[in-house]
């Protein structure tokens, strides 16, 4: 049905759209809240998609929440939602270390409290978490001592990052058998009024410039993401709708992994960003070009009330 | 007279091109000493060039100590050396600032005390030296206090370096018109037994993508380190040998500007890298063939003392 692409979704358009789906992936930021502050009847939207029979999960590639936090943060601004709906980075890297990698052993986290619990929960026990100042001279500092059973280094949002944590994830990162994860390649995280803080994609460049290797990153655009939901709820690609605010991480999901897509206006990427894509000729900035747009995913919810 | 490159110096040849210049710029770390050693009869070396009338410049992107720190430094293991024949990049970042970027206001400075000095001592005012610890939430961090007054962000070494230090970084960086510097993009130190700590480049690395901005880099292989020593002492590059351990940042700044060049084996780089890189068809790789090489600085004794 998707003849041309980055088409505006609306009218018979939606229900068209909606009933050749059995399942709804959103992203959070910037299409079902901003900040503290839900979008406007996107409650109602999620709300009525699950009356009409439709799974509906939450994909983010925020490292400093819980499932349980999120689902707490959903239902307290109206969203019908439980914690296994909810697939942030600090979960995933979880799974990922666990049922990727294997791992065997403790891990060196760069990252939040919520993603300590997160790796507990399935097992893996973190060490790294909170400040770590600097003391001494690079000598002591090349000869930190290191805990002998880390086997990966994982980079997620750490606002304690500091020279002496990207000191240590390069001595840990010596070892080749060391594996070495980020959650997400965000370099910036967009607050209100056109502000913006610096994201975890910021620290990963650091740690993978000292380490001189790549991580794995577990965060949307790859794949992995959208494999923990599928893998969990057997679901179907081509019957999945990928809804997201930013080209380069919730469009390439979802063209990347075969779902349909569309990109909703309420947060970073506009529709000139999509259309230049379209009409360049790079493979790569095709993928980041969605099927539909709304300006806002409440325009959605008159296909939901007919 | 240099028909062939990357050329094993020794006898005849070595007195020939000592012949062919009248100033010898000398990296230090690798090359005349490594850590607070000092490469076995470097000073010999460095104070017979100065008897045979040579002028002599020591050149590094180190940007932990002043000028006369190494002054200080070279004094103590022999070396017969004064203040303004160094040229680091806390110097070197704060002459371009004044001279290249025309300053006008203050600067803040992820950075070193020495930086802070050098800074100074130029009549610029640094922001921002010391630890910066985080509190609050990320809306306290995007409207962090700035000082109006500062018109660049300087990045250098610094041990205190902080997702704070990396936030108001980035809040100044949001203004086009304040300028960006960084000293050197170094991605490691190294250190005795293999070891080594993350270096300015991981800092700086993390700054510009915060900011999705790039760095004006003073430190080697950018000219700007030669051109500084060039316009205070008058040289002509034709009549300069630089001396380093590093193909990519010793050796490329040579072959930047015109200098002879010459890779000794006390440091980072080998032969065989030196050799791909000739064999390569790469233009770039090719500014990375030293046109000749010794095992230590010492061997070119014997041409002086003759």
């Known amino acids: 049905m998707a003849a041309s692409k980055c088409t505006s979704l609306s009218g018979a358009l939606t229900r068209q759209l909606l009933d050749s789906v059995d399942s709804v992936l959103f992203d959070c930021d910037g299409v079902i809240w901003r900040g503290d502050q839900a979008i406007p009847r996107a409650p109602e939207v999620i709300n009525s998609l699950k009356k009409n029979g439709k799974r509906v999960f939450f994909v983010t590639n925020n490292s400093t929440k819980t499932r349980q936090m999120y689902a707490d943060k959903l239902g307290k601004l109206g969203f019908d939602a439980t914690a296994d709906e909810v697939f942030g980075t600090a979960y995933c890297s979880a799974m990922y270390l666990k049922n990727v990698c294997k791992l065997d052993g403790k891990v060196y986290l760069i990252g939040s409290n919520a993603m300590k619990q997160e790796l507990e929960e399935v097992g893996i026990q973190p060490v790294g978490v909170g400040p770590d100042p600097i003391s ?28 002496m944590k990207l000191n240590r994830a390069l001595q840990y990162l010596c070892n080749p058998d060391c594996q070495f994860v980020g959650t997400n390649t965000d370099t910036r995280l967009p607050l209100e009024g056109g502000k913006a803080v610096p994201g975890t994609g910021c620290l990963l460049r650091a740690v993978e410039t000292a380490a001189q290797r790549q991580a794995q990153v577990v965060g949307k655009p790859s794949s992995f993401m959208f494999e923990c939901v599928a893998s969990q709820f057997d679901l179907d690609p081509q019957k999945c709708l990928m809804v997201g605010d930013r080209l380069d991480t919730d469009i390439m999901l979802g063209s990347n992994c075969g779902m349909k897509t569309l990109l909703t206006l309420t947060g970073v990427s506009t529709v000139a960003e999509a259309e230049a894509n379209l009409k360049s000729e790079c493979p790569h900035r095709q993928r980041m070009v969605p099927d539909y747009y709304v300006d806002s995913i409440a325009d959605i919810l008159p296909a939901l009330q007919a």
Chains 1, 2 share one sequence.
């Open 136 to 163: 001494g001279v690079q000598i002591d500092w090349a000869n930190v001592p290191l805990d002998k059973e880390v086997r990966a280094v994982l980079v997620g949002f750490d606002e304690h990052f500091s020279y």
